[in-house]
């Protein structure tokens, strides 16, 4: 399970966009992770997409995506991990999920972020 912090972050963001549609994700993730420097955010949800909250495709990731990647959209992100993905495509971007989207985010908001699909 999620730890508390990881489990309240991915909530009140994903509760801020639905309720503020046209704020974009970096707004909502600001505001969300105001005064959480230093925290540990482990995201593992056995339930969720790829068993983490922070799955490129679980709703959390998503604003993760439209957040910190350029190259990519949310929806593309959602097709090419999902899980009808052709295998080694998904592998692939899920490597590249872990190594160059996630670690923008625990830059910006300095924490350590475990559990990644």
């Known amino acids: 399970m999620p730890n508390p912090e990881a489990l309240a972050v991915a909530q ?13 994700a970096l707004d909502v ?10 925290h540990v955010l482990d995201f ?9 909250l922070a799955a ?24 090419f991990t999902g899980p009808t993905a ?8 899920l490597d590249i999920w872990r190594i160059h989207v996630v670690p923008r985010f625990a830059a910006r908001y300095g924490v350590a972020v475990s559990s990644l699909p």
Not at 64 to 77: G, K, R, V
Not at 86 to 93: G, I
Request: aromatic share 4%.
């Open 29 to 38: 993730l600001d505001v969300v992770m105001k005064g959480r420097i230093d």
């Open 56 to 79: 490129p495709d679980a709703p959390f990731g998503q604003l993760l995506t439209a957040a910190f990647d350029e190259a990519m959209t949310p929806i593309e992100w959602a097709a």
């Open 12 to 24: 009140a963001a994903v509760s801020l966009t639905r309720t503020h549609r046209h704020a974009p």
């Open 86 to 93: 052709e295998a080694s495509l998904r592998d692939a971007c």
């Open 44 to 52: 593992t949800d056995p339930a969720a997409p790829h068993g983490s």
